[in-house]
């Protein structure tokens, strides 16, 4: 197997892992808001998740350019992680002002995004795997 191909997987393999991270950091983040509701511990806890899932999607960010640029890959995944990156940033920003009423439904709207792009990503493998064989 030549080297750029190998090298390709080798992306393609670090984005399906950052999309899978950080699907389970945005679902843990809906986890730690109910705990914030029930628990004096909870705040402590969101304010993490949330700091530690936009450190996820900016490493979702360079995963992203790393399939498209070395690997030859489509420059899609860049657009829908940087996409994301200010989707988390805006979350962020309207947790720390306690706006509710768009900061709860965005959440669940990044939640959504974040399960079809890991499904997306995941079919596209398959059907890699099924083309190159």
């Not at 950080?22 to 109910?34: L, S, Y």
């Not at 988390?88 to 720390?96: E, F, H, N, R």
Request: charged share 10%; glycine share 10%; net charge positive.
């Amino acid at each position: 197997m030549p080297s750029h191909t190998k090298s390709k997987q080798g992306n393609l393999m670090f984005l399906r892992l950052a999309i899978t991270v950080q699907t389970v950091a945005v679902f843990m983040q809906a986890i730690t808001a109910g705990l914030l509701l029930s628990s004096p511990s909870g705040e402590a806890l969101h304010r993490a998740g949330a700091y530690g899932t936009w450190f996820v999607v900016l490493l979702h960010v360079v995963a992203a350019i790393l399939a498209w640029r070395p690997g030859g890959g489509s420059p899609k995944p860049i657009l829908y992680a940087v996409g994301f990156l200010v989707a988390v940033s805006a979350q962020v920003a309207l947790g720390i002002a306690q706006v509710k009423a768009v900061h709860v439904p965005l959440g669940a709207l990044m939640f959504g995004m974040s399960v079809l792009q890991l499904v997306q990503i995941r079919t596209e493998r398959r059907a890699y795997g099924a083309a190159a064989a």
